[in-house]
């Protein structure tokens, strides 16, 4: 497998989004499901949100170019739609740090590349309000160890063995996968007698 599809780890400044189920529809309104392709999604993450809370995170320019989001218990419940994970990519989040995860949520995630790791919540609060004071500090999503790093802290954290296995092999991206597969794909298709003539 191609190591460019491989997350072994993240790195990258936070995002803190205070509040507890937060649904999918919040992260994205459904209006914006009428699209064919995903393009231009980013535009509209929480965007019924900032627009009721001008102070919203997603509207501070102190968190441009963030990259982890941290969220709080149950984060994408609601709709199993995957346009909310991909809006999320496409504004910049390369992973997210939260309580608990909606399990259809997880999963669109990482058939993003998107890693979610779990921590308790008394580490998820230090690191809100030390990303809050420090928007600028660097933290670390360590798929591989199973840890969240934000300067000395080092903070256990959770991530499911199937969602953690698919990131670092890269079999999250199935595109790849096949396209990886396509001589063993066409031999077998060869071999197949009802495949022959067409």
Request: charged share 20%; proline share 6%; glycine share 10%.
């Amino acid at each position: 497998m191609s190591q460019v599809a491989v997350r072994q780890q993240i790195v990258g400044r936070g995002i803190p989004l205070p509040g507890n189920d937060i649904d999918t529809d919040r992260i994205l309104p459904a209006r914006f499901l009428k699209s064919v392709t995903f393009e231009g999604l980013e535009e509209h993450v929480f965007e019924d949100d900032r627009l009721q809370a001008p102070d919203h995170p997603f509207n501070q320019s102190r968190y441009g170019g963030a990259t982890v989001l941290l969220v709080g218990h149950n984060f994408g419940c609601g709709s199993s739609r995957e346009h909310a994970p991909e809006a999320l990519r496409r504004w910049g989040i390369q992973g997210i740090v939260g309580q608990a995860f909606a399990e259809i949520f997880i999963g669109n995630c990482t058939a993003l590349g998107i890693p979610c790791l779990g921590v308790g919540r008394e580490d998820l609060e230090w690191l809100m309000g030390t990303v809050a004071q420090h928007p600028e500090r660097e933290i670390i999503l360590d798929v591989e160890n199973r840890q969240v790093r934000a300067g000395e802290r080092v903070i256990p954290a959770m991530i499911p063995d199937a969602h953690r296995n698919q990131l670092l092999t890269g079999t999250w991206n199935a595109t790849l996968v096949l396209l990886e597969a396509g001589e063993e794909i066409e031999r077998v298709a060869k071999s197949l007698p009802y495949m022959i003539g067409y």
